[in-house]
C-alpha cells in the first residue's frame, strides 16, 4: 500500500505548526481536526497548511490557504468546526469543514 511521502500540518497561533497527518502513513487517509473560533462573531475560520519533507533542512513550507465560510456567528471559542483533511493516492490534500452542533456542511475555498 502507497504511503505519504511528506507530512502535512497546520499553522497555530505562535506560528508553530502541529502535525496532522505524518510521513509514511498509508494512503488514501484521512484525519479529522476541530477548531473554534478565535474572535467574537468571526464567521470565517483560515487554515494554513503546511507541508513537511523528509529533509527536515527545507522546514515547513506553505502548501495552501484554506477558508472556512459561513461558520455561525457567536462569541469567542463558541462555535465548533469539524475539519476532515484527506488525501489521495496523488498525496493530493482535500477539505471539508462541518458545523459540529448542526452537522452541516461548510464551504470551503482557496483565497
Known sequence: MPTLSK???IEVLGRRSQTIIEQGTKIPTQRRVSFSTADEGQNVIEIHVLQRHPDAGMGD????????????????GTTKVEVHFDVDLAENLFLKAFDIETGNALPVTLP
Open 61 to 76: 513550507e506553505l502548501y495552501a490557504k484554506y477558508l472556512v465560510h459561513e461558520v455561525p456567528a457567536g462569541p469567542k
Open 7 to 9: 507530512s502535512f500540518c
